[in-house]
């Protein structure tokens, strides 16, 4: 069982709670893949292996692409059971994949406890996923999305969405927002968005007569940012960036010693391919693209994204992403957010956790916060590496 004392609140999604409120978000191409995940499930969280270009993680010229893409997404979703026996697994997958349908159903057919689905709205995903015991988790970046996701699935598939996660415009990766939406995202804090979100689900979760978990993401770095968001309302919260420098993310030394080496100067917006923008750490690949060079590291080798037209775009990103994850930084793109100049150590995924959850505590108990019970007649998860949150690391 959960320990009844914590100040920080278990995180449930239907019948399955992570006794740590934290889902370490979805980073591809193969930076976040079993050994990430696994270790994040066994520390108590929700660990999610990311789905884009997962071909290139066993051959990195994208021979046999779309084959691979889901033979590699069943192989990661077992080996992260294997190794986190017990422990919750989810998959990110965008809805820009020209293949997402049939990754969504392979993921199913997995066993994952829950896709997250963004870049797009994932207005049909329920279609793709009819197993109930999968949770299906939209990634939004308004109460506006969340409401038209949850209005457009209540009528077309008598469903509703299983929680949301809202990210703010601080996050790593591909944003939901407009470049003049970032060159002003002050206007756009992740707490107004929480709120909004919050405020948009509310009707869903009375009529369906069951909560709807809003998660809030992009920015969130520390415990007090995860008090912050708890007091406001949020059900728990998404962290990817501050999950790079950890022994057991999937990505080579030196795309973790890029984080470790950025400076405020370094973090800056980028065009993707998707057709939306992004935000990364400046490198040689980033300023040959400045330039105005087509930096193509290699042909095309599938039409991986429905909004990219390989013939136009000076790039491929997944074959970028890709050569960055393995540690040729000068041929690739490296995605961050905005905090990841405050990130200074390399450390293991459970001291990790610990920290977070010790911080977060605090705050909580600064905050004058009361301790919440255990959840009762749900899914918990132990995890292998201790039962305590306050004497032990967190599992």
Known sequence: MANRESLLPPLQIGDRVARVPIIQGGMGVGVSLSGLASAVARAGGIGVIAGAGLGLVVSPKGERFAENNLIV??????????????????????????????????????????????AGLPLALPHFVENPSVKLVPIVSSGRAAGLISSAWKKKYSRIPDAFVVE?????????????QLQTMELYPIE?????????????????????????????????????????????????????????????????????????????????????????????????????????????????????DPETKPYCIAIALN????????????????????????????????ELVTEAEEALRDQGAEGIQGTEGAQETEGTEGKSFSTQAVG
Do not use: W
């Not at 979703?77 to 293949?99: F, H, S």
């Not at 990766?173 to 470049?179: A, T």
């Not at 960055?324 to 995924?349: C, E, H, Y």
């Open 168 to 180: 703010g415009p601080k996050a790593g990766g591909h944003l939901g927002f407009s470049r003049l």
């Open 323 to 354: 050569q960055a994850r393995l540690g040729n930084l000068d041929q690739g793109l490296i995605f961050a957010g905005a905090n990841v100049t405050k990130v200074t150590s390399i450390v293991p995924v459970a001291e990790l956790m610990q």
């Open 73 to 118: 997404l069943r192989d990661e979703v077992q080996k992260a059971r294997e190794m986190a026996p017990g422990g919750l697994i989810g998959v990110n997958l965008m809805v820009a994949l020209t293949d997402y349908a049939e990754m969504c159903r392979t993921a199913s057919e997995a066993g994952v406890d829950f896709i997250f689905s963004g």
């Open 192 to 308: 107004q968005l929480l709120t909004d979100t919050l405020e948009a689900v509310r009707p869903y979760e009375e009529a369906a007569g069951r909560p709807i978990p809003v998660v809030a993401g992009g920015g969130v770095f520390d415990g007090a940012d995860i008090a912050r968001m708890i007091r406001l309302g949020a059900s728990g919260v998404q962290m990817a960036t501050r999950f790079v420098c950890t022994d057991e993310c999937d990505a080579d030394p030196a795309f973790k010693q890029a984080f470790l080496s950025a400076k405020p100067e370094d973090v800056i917006f980028v065009n993707s391919p998707v057709g939306m923008p992004g935000r990364a750490i400046r490198n040689v690949f980033l300023n040959r693209l400045e330039q105005g060079e087509k930096v193509h590291t290699t042909a095309c080798p599938y039409h991986c994204l429905k909004t990219c």
